[in-house]
């Protein structure tokens, strides 16, 4: 058989400290970046007016811009979307003087631009979105409550089905990861849309998939190998894992990069964070939650004299020490 | 009881069956309005019973709440509400498939058109107001007597006739003269366009396209034109803005309605905002008011916009509708609404006509005139007609189901707009299926490619788990949407990971020494753990995107949970019982392909 990785045995704890070191080289400069110029939100979340058309030949987007400048309608982005002849155009301020959650106002003026520039006729309007900033501050609202909630959520069911320790350490890595992938967001200047508030969110998911995974390991490990140290253990369990994560995380990055290059434009962004979500959660998984995990074992000792204790709610009997051993070698 | 594999095989051809049978296409009744002849229409479409979410079929999604902005409402709970009905009662008539009307909170409505072709007249028939007055016109020159006193008031004001308090804006005389640059021409004409779109919010429709009735159309002679040119000279001369730009219609264009005026088009907003000052407004006689007409008119080469002086009072209100229907005037071809009221609103409405024999009435909807006010000739019973000029039988339909649905209690304004192209939507969906094929074909490539005969099964799971997916979309009457479609191509490359995680169990079983149906057992035991703490906290995740998602998110959501149970049945359940068939029929088997 085929297997990658057979028997693999890297010291991934040694090297931890050039893993933080890379960890603060990407993050670091995320975060600056996301400090100085921001997230680049949606409409749904800023409010505005979004119109996506398809024209029957190129558009001269300075005359678009400036025709709706001339009624009222100021900033307003237009930006090629795809393929040649698609347009998305932006105006993220209502029209001068209008009840701003009223965005028919905006809306129609938006129509009237693009008529007297296009010609009526000249273009179909693809796609419409019209968000009142009352409504967009809603929706901000719930997307943060929804990552939030949903973080303390899985702190819980970590605490339930293992102990603190190894609950604190999966969270730990799951912050990391969030930071991480904020800042990526920020880089690229990905749009902030619901949809990428879901992708962010199934990166969660995922990340602490291959977290939990590890650490089922080190608890079956810390029974199987009383000997060993709990660096060792810790080393182990990535080790053993590999096959694994390189399987999962190839089949993963298969279909993402199906998505990216044929699931068009509005699936792109949520693609592209995944992807890059499936790199820095393996990432966190094995130097940022087995480090940490190891961290908070030296600090707060458990009871089980390697500092770690070894109950779960549902034990799996322990195969003969021996025998693993006898395999290995 | 799944112990033994003849049950198991019945669990998975039961499951099987059941996903085939919700999945397989049946015929659909669409009920939609015939756009030629507007009658209701049944078409059978036949199609996959699975429910796909506006961003995929192409529709409109509107978020609406009360329009507090002309008119205060003093019971906004009992006006949503009443608002409700009256959009539900409306987008029946509409005749759209299966369109969700709902309240969400207290005061917001959302409304849900999937496959709708035109969404601006979709806009206007759920935010027309569709309040429908009859007023007869004044005849006591209130108007005329009150222009002195109003230009009086508003020279006291600081309005002059010329040079306007509002610097920045040319004032409607220049325009009349002539004098001025063709950029502020331009200005003048953004700025008229800012204040109808006031009006076209209220009832768009309604603003641009009903028509006139009854016209005398034939008039427009050069005398109209002249009289144009004497109106605008009058201007001039220091006198009061409005008196200059508010004529009386008969002395302009003919005709002996009486309380009706004629403004040019152009001077039409400026006008309007004047007569709307509380100053100037007071001056007015109590019981006579004001209305504009709905579209502008045009008397020679001036086009112009007819200002009615009525009654205040209305003889009868839209309430008393009891019935309105869109025909095509047996006389002149052009299409009509005829309406039937009440009885209470029927002998209200003979009585009151009967009074007025003679007089003229205007029919007001949604505050502005429609046509010329016809002369009542003898007593009006319970039915009577609006003719629409020269429009197509749409909009007649289009005003007749919202007046019979009744008038919205207070205006509605639209606080959040998502409308999708059907086209757009038919396209994400194939683009989906391209990344789902393709994105397939990879992980087949990976798993077979690593794990070989192992592989083959968890492939088979894999389609079984796509099967089982849907299959579930479907029972629940879940929709899918683009990120749910999105979600459903990324699931497949995770789904396999259970199986993953059981093969290389039982790797590391056969590694140990044991024997082939040992490890898989162990195999299967060991990784049971893994599987299920990673898919809690992924479903514990997609629960809250469910709880806080709008419609899209809320989509993927449920096709990420969907996706999971499904997984855990195939990845687990099913692949199980393929190695104990497997192991069954070659018990001798010594190395497991694996």
Do not use: C
């Not at chain 1, 990432?283 to 204790?309: C, H, K, N, T």
């Not at chain 2, 009881?1 to 019945?10: D, E, K, P, Q």
């Not at chain 2, 009151?352 to 502005?368: N, P």
């Not at chain 2, 194939?430 to 789902?436: E, H, P, V, W, Y």
């Amino acid at each position: 058989m085929t297997r990658f990785f057979a028997n693999a045995n890297y010291d991934f704890l040694g090297v931890r400290k050039y893993a933080y070191a890379v960890t603060a080289a990407i993050i670091l400069p995320g975060l600056l970046f996301l400090l100085v110029r921001g997230l680049n939100y949606s409409i749904e979340f800023t409010g505005g007016t979004l119109l996506q058309i398809t024209a029957k030949q190129a558009v001269d987007v300075g005359a678009v811009r400036g025709a709706l400048d001339r009624q009222g309608v100021h900033g307003a982005e237009i930006q090629q979307f795809g393929s040649a002849n698609e347009y998305v155009i932006r105006a993220r301020v209502a029209k001068a003087g209008t009840d701003a959650n009223d965005t028919q106002a905006t809306a129609s003026e938006v129509g009237h631009a693009l008529d007297n520039v296009l010609g009526k006729g000249n273009y179909t309007i693809q796609r419409t979105e019209a968000v009142g900033p009352k409504v967009g501050g809603e929706l901000r609202q719930k997307a943060f409550l929804a990552i939030f909630l949903s973080f303390f959520a899985v702190l819980a069911y970590l605490a339930y089905r293992f102990e603190w320790r190894f609950g604190l350490a999966a969270v730990i890595a799951t912050a990391h990861d969030i930071i991480a992938t904020i800042a990526f967001i920020a880089v690229m200047r990905l749009e902030v849309s619901l949809v990428i508030v879901g992708a962010v969110l199934s990166m969660v998911g995922y990340s602490l998939n291959d977290t939990i995974i590890i650490f089922d390991r080190v608890r079956e490990n810390l029974r199987k190998h009383k000997k060993e140290t709990f660096a060792q253990i810790l080393n182990r369990s990535v080790n053993e894992t590999l096959p694994r994560s390189v399987l999962t995380h190839g089949t993963t990055l298969a279909t993402l990069l199906a998505l990216t290059i044929f699931g068009g434009e509005v699936i792109r962004p949520f693609a592209l964070v995944m992807f890059f979500g499936v790199f820095t959660g393996t990432f966190s998984s094995i130097y940022i939650a087995s480090p940490v995990l190891m961290a908070i074992e030296q600090r707060w000792p458990g009871p089980d004299v390697r500092g770690a204790r070894t109950t779960s709610p549902k034990p799996v009997s322990p195969a003969p020490a021996g025998v693993a051993r006898k395999a290995r070698a | 009881m799944f112990a033994t594999i003849r049950n198991r095989l019945i669990v998975i051809a039961v499951l099987v069956i059941g996903s085939v049978f919700v999945l397989v296409p049946r015929s659909i009744t669409l009920r939609e309005r015939d756009p030629q002849t507007g009658v209701m229409r049944d078409t059978v479409v036949k199609q996959v019973p699975i429910k796909r979410g506006l961003d995929l079929q192409g529709g409109m999604h509107l978020a609406l709440e009360l329009d507090q902005s002309k008119q205060v409402s003093s019971d906004p709970k009992r006006d949503i509400e009443l608002a409700l009905t009256v959009l539900r009662k409306r987008i029946d008539e509409f005749g759209v498939t299966e369109p969700l009307i709902q309240k969400v909170g207290d005061s917001r409505i959302v409304v849900e058109l999937a496959g709708i072709t035109d969404p601006a007249r979709a806009k206007a028939i759920v935010q027309r107001s569709a309040f429908l007055e009859f007023k007869i016109t004044d005849k006591t020159r209130a108007l005329e007597k009150a222009l002195p006193g109003m230009d009086r008031t508003l020279r006291g004001m600081g309005v002059k006739g010329v040079d306007t308090a509002t610097q920045k804006r040319p004032s409607a005389v220049e325009q009349l003269l002539g004098t001025d640059s063709i950029k502020n021409l331009k200005d003048t004409t953004t700025k008229a366009r800012d204040t109808t779109t006031k009006a076209k919010e209220k009832g768009k429709d309604t603003t641009k396209k009903i028509a006139t009735a009854r016209v005398k159309g034939g008039d427009t002679t050069a005398k109209g034109a002249d009289t144009a040119e004497k109106a605008a000279d009058t201007t001039s001369v220091p006198g009061g803005v409005l008196e200059s730009l508010v004529q009386p219609a008969a002395a302009v264009a003919g005709g002996q309605v009486p309380g009706e005026f004629l403004v040019a088009e152009t001077a039409f907003p400026r006008v309007d905002s004047l007569l709307n000052l509380p100053e100037v407004r007071r001056t007015l006689p109590r019981g006579v008011t004001l209305r504009w007409a709905a579209s502008p008119t045009s008397v020679g080469v001036q086009s112009y916009r007819y200002l009615y002086a009525l009654d205040e009072k209305s003889i009868v209100t839209g309430s008393n509708l009891e019935d309105a229907r869109a025909q095509l005037d047996p006389l002149t071809n052009g299409p009509i609404v005829t309406f039937e009221l009440d009885r209470a609103g029927g002998r209200k409405f003979g009585e009151e006509t009967g009074k007025h024999v003679g007089d003229y009435m205007a029919i007001i909807l949604d505050g502005r005139v429609q046509g010329r006010p016809p002369v009542i000739q003898s007593r009006i019973g319970r039915n009577g007609q609006i003719t629409l000029g020269g429009k197509g039988l749409q909009e007649a339909q289009d005003l007749a189901l919202t007046l019979k649905a009744g008038a919205l209690p207070i205006p509605l304004k639209i606080v959040e707009e998502r409308q999708v192209g059907a086209s757009l939507g038919a396209d994400s969906i194939r683009k989906g299926i391209t990344a789902g094929l393709v994105g397939t074909a990879l992980v087949i490539l990976i798993m077979i490619g690593y794990y070989r005969l192992s592989g083959v099964l968890s492939i088979l799971a894999l389609g079984l788990y796509i099967l089982f997916t849907f299959g579930g979309l479907a029972a629940l009457g879940a929709t899918l949407t683009l990120p749910g479609l999105a979600g459903l191509v990324l699931s497949i490359g995770i789904a396999v990971d259970a199986n993953v995680l059981i093969f290389e169990r039982i790797r590391e079983e056969l590694l140990l020494g044991k024997t082939i149906r040992l490890s898989v057992d162990e195999g299967f035991k060991h990784a049971m753990n893994a599987i299920i703490d990673s898919n809690v906290s992924t479903v514990l995740t997609a629960l809250f995107l469910f709880q806080f998602g709008t419609g899209p998110v809320k989509g993927f959501a449920v096709t990420l949970i969907m996706g999971i149970v499904a997984s855990m049945i195939s990845a687990v359940f099913v692949v199980r019982t393929f190695y104990l068939i497997w192991l069954d029929r070659r018990p001798t088997m010594s190395t497991l392909s694996i």
